[in-house]
């Protein structure tokens, strides 16, 4: 008694646990969830840190340093003094606390370059997180309606099952009495081996479709129904307006910023042709008389310097120059993968809009048979009940409405994919 008891309250706390889900739901769990997404957003932040970190190369340096020497034998110089050789020891500082800038007011134009290509790169993972979220919220919802035809293929398996047994049961009271013979009922059982093996079938593929679309949300499977029902509504799309000249891809966009990128590096990577000329400056607390750190004597000086730098490499081995061509072949690669872009987005387009016009076209003529299939089965009905029709033509009917209402959920689901696929090449919700 009390295992039943706590059996009953197990299921009813997980019942309690399972919620119904829609499809704005799947996806919003999709997006918290999402590592793929968040991997990308996590790329755009760390391209935006990149930008800072280029941007510094306008400003100065600044730096605090300081050093202690506890022990010491310095190097000694050997001076000329009154005529005789004086050797003394080289003067350093015990202690020695300062501030040190660095300016570089030019540098054969390398930081403007490198900012306005860490700019680039920053826009463009900006739209390569647009387009990851893009992909995620068309493949949650081709998954989602996918479980929820399954669900509805289960229920038409079901439904078929249950016609079949019914009858059955009249045949086998038909043969009892004579009016059916046992060709019937071979018949009758033939289609309902058939019809338990389509229902398997289904709800395997419940599980697969569950399966797939709870691993993109990133949540385990808790059983929880999916609430919604399937789109019958396709007229509003109209792709006779779709133009390829209207796409809005970000993907695209994305693409463009990175050949920008690689134009910015490349001409960033020719400064070593010309020199760096910086400003600097520093100003310095020492004393060099003796070990003390905190003496408050006048052992303590001072002294600043400030001045121009300049520096120009003139040989490294051609590494500078190795770099230059290296970056050259990365804008052409860039700019290669943006021509390959546009050269496969017309194919790419085309096939998409046509896949979805088919579709569409595939679904309404499914709703039509569907209709056909159901004023089929009231001739039948009636006509058995006149007497001109048989009852294994009334069961032909009804099998035969069943697997209209399959094929028409079939492609329903078929013409909600080919839309996100359509949405994803256009750039846009239709």
């Known amino acids: 008694m009390l295992k039943a008891a706590l059996s ?104 403007i370059n490198q900012s306005a290509a860490a700019r680039a790169n920053a826009d463009a993972a900006l739209h390569s997180e647009k387009r990851a979220e893009e992909r995620l919220r068309a493949n949650v919802r081709s998954l989602f309606f996918k479980a929820l035809g399954t669900q509805v293929l289960v229920d038409v398996a079901d439904q078929n099952m249950k016609t079949l047994e019914g009858h059955l049961q009249d045949v086998n009271a038909r043969v009892r009495s004579g009016v059916s013979t046992r060709f019937d009922t071979l018949r009758v059982e033939v289609q309902l081996d058939e019809a338990r093996t389509e229902k398997l079938a ?26 919604g029902e399937l789109p019958t509504d396709f007229s509003k799309y109209d792709t006779s307006k779709l133009k390829i000249e209207n796409l809005q891809r970000e993907d695209r966009v994305a693409q463009a910023l990175r050949v920008t990128e690689a134009e910015r590096m490349a001409r960033a990577s020719m400064a070593h042709w010309m020199p ?107 006509g058995l009940r006149a007497g001109t029709r048989t009852n294994t033509e009334v069961l032909d009917a009804v099998v035969d409405l069943n697997r209209a209402k399959a094929a028409q959920v079939k492609s329903q689901v078929d013409a909600i994919d080919a839309l996100g696929v359509l949405e994803l090449t256009l750039g846009r919700s239709l």
Do not use: C
């Open 8 to 111: 009953l309250t197990t299921l009813f706390f997980a019942a309690a646990q399972a919620q119904a889900i829609d499809v704005n739901k799947a996806i919003d769990t999709a997006l918290s969830n999402s590592h793929e997404l968040k991997s990308a957003h996590y790329e755009t932040l760390s391209a935006r840190e990149g930008k800072t970190i280029a941007d510094a190369g306008f400003l100065p340096h600044v730096s605090l340093g300081g050093q202690h020497i506890f022990a010491e034998h310095w190097m000694e110089l050997e001076l000329l003094f009154a005529g005789a050789d004086v050797i003394v020891p080289s003067i350093q500082p015990y202690t020695d606390v300062g501030i040190q800038a660095n300016w570089e007011v030019f540098s054969g134009f390398e930081t």
């Open 202 to 227: 289904a709800e395997a593929q419940v599980a697969v479709a569950r399966a797939k679309l709870y691993d993109a949300l990133g949540i385990g499977d808790d059983g929880g129904r999916l609430d």
């Open 276 to 382: 760096k000329i910086s400003v600097f400056g520093s100003h310095e607390y020492y004393n060099n008389y003796n070990h003390a750190i905190w003496e408050d004597d006048e052992h303590y000086k001072t002294q600043s310097i400030f001045g121009v730098r300049f520096a120009w490499n003139l040989f490294d081995g051609g590494a500078d120059v190795a770099a230059q061509r290296k970056a050259a072949y990365n804008e052409l690669i860039a700019n290669e993968k943006l021509k390959q872009f546009d050269q496969d987005v017309p194919a790419e387009f085309e096939e998409s809009r046509r896949r979805f016009e088919y579709d569409i076209i595939n679904f309404k003529a499914k709703q039509s048979s569907v209709k056909k299939a159901e004023e089929a089965v009231r001739l039948a009905r009636g």
